[in-house]
């Protein structure tokens, strides 16, 4: 494989990488404080319409990204509500707004724009268009590495690097910070927490706001970088994914970000073998070349799941003694 080849398969799999990456950082804010997030789909699935709707009415990119992040924020404030104040059964919750939106998205998307579920395409000023691409050209003057280097590196979107940077922020806010450091003693022993003075509810609540944030992110970047228009459904199950992807990294930024690097690589692999002739085997089904991805994260919750282990509070409602 030359460097073009390997280059342009770097490339790929940045792109494909990035919801995958958002959606296990917000997964793991909130997982870290104690709230178990199985909505990270429906999330990214509502802010990718909100998006996608808000683009073709306004054609206006900074509109759609208020709209996407309005939205992504107000789920999780609505899962704090019923989670964080109420008690509230945190996996039913959470699977109650993946189901939600994905019926949610459907039907809006019929009675607004009659295109089977779908919305119309954005147009290229809407869409989030590449950074560094003079740098990327200069890289590619480069003899030997240099067109593969800058075809894997350049040209993509600020989501790709944006991403790729809050792997390091969410780091640093998580183990360098008092609010990180106080953030994970929730998820461990909210009790102590409380004891301290500091406010349980408050400090969860807090969590879910960045996770509805990073969700929506994640949902745009569907449709205002990959997709030009909004897809029933198009979200295909990445929020799961991006939560075995978390659980496989150990609940910290740097493992999820190397499990979706291999998702999001797998992804890739598997468009570049599709109708491929493999010695043996012949044509290899396009049904079995798309189910990589997804057989890996079985494979890896059943052979790793049992050693990782999670807060020690996550999904436990917190009850203040009186």
Known sequence: MDELAIGSLVASTLRVSVPLILCALAGLLSERAGV????????????????????????????ALAVALAVGLALSMLQGYACVTHGGDQVVFGMAITMTAAGATVVLGL????????TPPLDDAVRLGPWFTALGEQVGRLPGIGPG????????????????????????????????????AVGENPAMVDAAGV??????????????????????????????????????????????????GKWHPAGALAACLLFGFLD????????????LVGTVPVQAIQALPYLLTVVLLAGFIGRSRAPAALGRPYVKER
Not at 111 to 118: C, D, S, T
Request: aromatic share 10%; with cysteine.
């Open 149 to 184: 280097l800058a075809l894997a590196l350049f040209g993509h979107t600020a989501l790709v690097y944006g991403a790729l940077a809050l792997v390091a922020a969410i780091w640093w806010l998580l183990w360098r910070t008092r609010f990180g450091l106080r953030l994970r």
């Open 268 to 279: 890739a692999v598997s468009i570049r073998l599709q109708g491929a002739e493999l010695p």
């Open 199 to 248: 406010g349980v509810a408050l400090l969860r609540y807090q969590a879910l706001s960045l996770n509805g944030l990073l969700s929506a992110l994640a949902g745009c970047s569907l449709v205002l970088a990959q997709n030009p228009s909004f897809i029933p459904n198009m979200t295909a199950g990445r929020g799961y994914m991006a939560l075995a992807a978390m659980i496989f």
């Open 111 to 118: 009675a607004w724009f009659q295109q089977g579920g779908q």
């Open 36 to 63: 178990i997030d199985l909505g990270l789909e429906g999330k990214m699935l509502a802010t990718a319409f909100a998006a996608a709707a808000t683009g073709a009415v306004t054609q206006s990119l900074p509109a």
